[in-house]
């Protein structure tokens, strides 16, 4: 009996289901998008978040926080606690002679142990040897990507030759296919040398990024304890040293737990929002087998009679859902695939460990249990409610055209209006948060970044120190470049740090001095970038190598040392002592505060010096045009290539199109927070609009007796269009209250604005209101053309 009715019951929920094909469809797509939404952002979090990483023994990685540079490194090399330890320095851009001229690849600065502190083995060749950290190893690993398509992917090629950056290095090995860390896009690997950083950076910043594999037995937090008596021992030998102060402490952090920290709480929310999307779709979906249950009456009373019992009637109402849940969840997938090739493309999101993320057999069993789970969710309601049929009524009604009992018309429509609050209050929670990320991108559109965007160009060039002038000037000589200039990194890009103090005061050790952001810059660059310059001069042709050394400080700066400026003391002519250097810089000018890290964080202490006298560093190219910049890049890499034929520039991009990407991270949650809860809202209106419109067709005796009473038009509006008020104000009360207590999980991205923010609250709450009466007003409009006579014959 059991087994027949297994096999009857599907055959009879498909026949039932294609008898109705429009509430088939459309409820199979309702819960496509919930349970689509739901994979893909569960595929992300499960390869990013769940996922060990794939290296041998991961849980043995540990990323060594707390900054230092190369000397504290070769004491941290000895700790016992690892087997292993290395560090990656810096990226830069390297171009590659080839026949068809340059291609420039992406690099990255490694030391010796790299790949042996990961556990990976070269494809071909072999990996660096402690030797080649020293000064004069031309040698370089490459990628397999980049053996496929530059090299044919032939062995041979280890032991040869690569023209990087017009220079011959020796390729020593080829990397594994797919390697990432730590980060994709590594064409080139170079071990790192001591030449190989700027001046300032080998004395002074904690640039370097380490990382180490722990001895077997041996815990993270013992490997912190031995990190700490390293310190110590450093900073008593090493006093004044930044990498010295106790805010330099390093500790051992399991390496998974550092690439992800900045995603989580991000990741963790998204899914948290595709939740409540997946319970809004639930919602309209039992919604709408509540109003087609009201329909059925016939059909289960006919069925109860003749020895259906209710148990039977349950199984085969959820025998339905099943199917419709199936049908969503086969849709969901494929939605999910496209899902996830749209989240790839949304820029600024950023997600580490990307090449991981992909269907597998865990992402499609969790489908399975989500289109499982929203079966229950919206088909036990519907079931529960209309498995009682009245049979004596059903045994008294005359004809086909007997209306339902009050029970079945009328119950189904009250559960349905609870869910439709439900999806109301989901739907807002949604939409404030989006609303919020909304207000923080235009408050910060509205931030004076300190600098002129418009017209502005820039790109990396990657060209010796000593050709940058030239380069400066072909490019400043093309028709409509009104100016152009070299520096270390743009605005909101980021910064490196140095220690500063006024000269002539009591020498403070390196680390007790204020850190200040350094720009090594050609002159013109105040002029390229649109920066005010409020006193003194800029840098001139004659600030070269063998002159007097000069700097230029931001207002902030002045400030922080010269508390009376701009009304009782001037800087300019006053002298700084910058970084480690024991020759004081003097002060020539100051120029305005520029946001140098994003448009969210407060402009730093600033030091700006010129080029020509400060040692090799990577080079950032802007340029300021007449009309639209991007048509001048042609002409400006020929420039590049007359100058240096085996050079190249990366990176071509407006300056408005490096601040859009310095928010990327807000903008990325705002588009898909955005576009989940406008479904939610949709669906929501959606819900409301089916409640009022199956209201005003079980009401119709009851709408015509008022009119034939003597009810106008606007009273008939009044009425419907107040019933699908009132269940959008009450899905808002709730909305609004659960609102308060999960939108702080966006304070981290919001700026100027708190997370409940009674404005926004407001105007939610009344657009739902508005929203509501839009959704009622088309069933209000034929409720009020009822004619009497033709609805109570």
């Given at each position: 009996m059991l087994l027949e009715a297994l096999r009857q019951e599907p055959r009879y929920a498909l026949r039932t289901l294609r008898k109705a094909p429009g509430f088939a469809i459309t409820a199979a797509l309702t819960l496509a998008l919930g349970i689509g939404a739901n994979t893909a952002i569960f595929t992300v979090v499960r390869s990013?978040?769940?996922?060990?990483?794939?290296?041998?023994?991961?849980?043995?990685?540990?990323?060594?926080?707390?900054?230092?540079?190369?000397?504290?490194?070769?004491?941290?090399?000895?700790?016992?606690?690892?087997?292993?330890?290395?560090?990656?320095?810096?990226?830069?851009?390297?171009?590659?002679?080839?026949?068809?001229?340059?291609?420039?690849?992406?690099?990255?600065?490694?030391?010796?142990?790299?790949?042996?502190?990961?556990?990976?083995?070269?494809?071909?060749?072999?990996?660096?040897?402690?030797?080649?950290?020293?000064?004069?190893?031309?040698?370089?690993?490459?990628?397999?990507?980049?053996?496929?398509?530059?090299f044919g992917g032939d062995p041979q090629v280890v032991g040869g030759t690569a023209i990087l950056a017009g220079t011959p290095w020796v390729v020593i090995g080829v990397i594994p296919p797919g390697f990432e860390f730590p980060f994709s896009g590594?064409?080139?690997?170079?071990?790192?040398?001591?030449?190989?950083?700027p001046l300032q950076s080998r004395l002074n910043s904690p640039i370097l990024s380490l990382f180490g594999r722990l001895k077997a037995g041996v815990s993270a937090e013992q490997a912190s304890a031995e990190l700490d008596v390293i310190h110590r021992r450093y900073a008593v030998a090493n006093p004044g040293k930044l990498d010295a102060r106790p805010t330099q402490i390093p500790t051992a952090t399991p390496l998974k737990e550092d690439l992800v920290k900045n995603i989580r709480p991000t990741l963790w929310m998204l899914f948290g929002a595709v939740a409540l999307v997946l319970l809004i779709a639930c919602a309209n979906v039992a919604g709408l087998l509540l109003a087609r249950s009201a329909s059925r009456w016939k059909e289960f009373a006919i069925r109860a009679a003749i020895g259906g019992g209710r148990g039977r009637l349950i199984s085969q109402l959820l025998t339905e859902a099943v199917v419709l849940a199936l049908a969503g969840g086969l849709s969901g997938i494929l939605l999910a695939r496209w899902g996830l090739r749209g989240l790839a493309a949304i820029p600024g999101l950023e997600l580490p460990r990307m090449r991981e993320v992909h269907l597998d057999l865990g992402v499609l069993a969790f489908a399975i249990a989500v289109s499982a789970a929203a079966s229950l969710m919206f088909g036990l309601a519907p079931a529960l409610a209309t498995s009682r049929p009245d049979l004596a009524y059903a045994m008294k009604a005359a004809g086909e055209m007997a209306p339902a009992p009050r029970a079945t018309r009328f119950a189904p429509l009250s559960a349905r209006a609870l869910l439709v609050v439900a999806q109301v209050a989901l739907s807002i929670v949604l939409l404030i948060g989006a609303a919020l990320l909304l207000e923080s991108l235009a408050r910060l559109g509205r931030v004076d970044p300190g600098f002129e965007p418009r017209n502005l160009l820039t790109m990396q060039i990657t060209l010796p120190q000593s050709r940058h002038e030239e380069f400066v000037r072909r490019v400043e000589s093309l028709p409509g470049v009104r100016a152009a200039a070299i520096t270390l990194t743009l605005p909101m890009t980021g910064f490196a740090g140095t220690p500063v103090q006024p000269a002539g005061e009591s020498r403070l050790k390196l680390n007790e001095r204020p850190i200040a952001t350094l720009q090594s810059v050609t002159p013109a660059y105040f002029r390229t970038l649109g920066i005010a310059m409020k006193r003194g001069r800029d840098f001139i042709a004659r600030d070269t190598a063998s002159a007097p050394l000069v700097a230029i400080i931001n207002e902030n700066l002045a400030r922080r040392f010269w508390p009376a400026y701009p009304g009782g003391e001037d800087p300019v002519g006053r002298y700084l002592l910058v970084g480690a250097?024991?020759?004081?810089?003097?002060?020539?000018?100051?120029?305005a505060d520029v946001r140098q890290a994003d448009l969210a964080s407060d402009a730093a202490l600033g030091i700006y010096r010129p080029r020509a006298q400060t040692p090799e560093m990577p080079a950032m190219f802007a340029v300021r045009t007449d009309g639209d910049p991007l048509r001048f890049a042609h002409a400006i890499r020929s420039e590049l290539m007359a100058v240096d034929r085996n050079q190249t520039i990366t990176a071509v991009r407006t300056m408005n199109e490096?601040?859009?990407?310095?928010?990327?991270?807000?903008?990325?949650?705002?588009?898909?927070?955005?576009?989940?809860?406008?479904?939610?809202?949709?669906?929501?209106?959606?819900?409301?609009?089916?409640?009022?419109?199956?209201?005003?067709?079980?009401?119709?005796?009851?709408?015509?007796?008022?009119?034939?009473?003597?009810?106008?038009?606007?009273d008939i509006l009044r009425l419907i269009v107040g019933q699908g008020v009132r269940l959008a104000a009450t899905g808002a009360i709730f909305g609004i209250g659960a609102a308060f207590a999960l939108t702080r999980a966006l304070a981290s991205l919001l700026f100027r604005i708190s997370a409940t923010d009674p404005l926004t609250f407001a105007a939610v709450a009344l657009l739902s209101m508005i929203t509501a009466i839009a959704a009622s007003y088309i069933p209000a409009r034929r409720a009020a053309r009822i004619e009497p006579l033709e609805a109570l014959r």
């Open positions: 990013v978040l769940l996922k060990p990483l794939e290296y041998p023994d991961p849980d043995r990685l540990v990323r060594i926080t707390g900054g230092a540079t190369a000397a504290k490194f070769e004491a941290i090399r000895q700790a016992q606690s690892f087997s292993a330890a290395a560090f990656n320095v810096f990226t830069e851009t390297v171009a590659l002679a080839g026949p068809d001229g340059p291609e420039p690849l992406k690099g990255l600065r490694v030391s010796a142990k790299f790949l042996e502190t990961l556990g990976v083995a070269p494809l071909h060749g072999r990996a660096f040897l402690m030797d080649e950290e020293k000064a004069g190893a031309q040698v370089a690993l490459i990628s397999s990507e980049l053996w496929r398509r530059r590594v064409d080139v690997w170079r071990p790192w040398q001591p030449d190989t950083l250097n024991p020759i004081p810089l003097q002060i020539v000018g100051i120029a490096v601040i859009y990407s310095s928010e990327g991270r807000r903008r990325s949650v705002l588009i898909l927070l955005g576009g989940f809860a406008g479904v939610g809202a949709l669906l929501a209106m959606l819900g409301i609009y089916g409640v009022i419109a199956v209201m005003v067709a079980q009401r119709a005796r009851e709408l015509s007796i008022r009119r034939a009473l003597g009810a106008r038009d606007g």
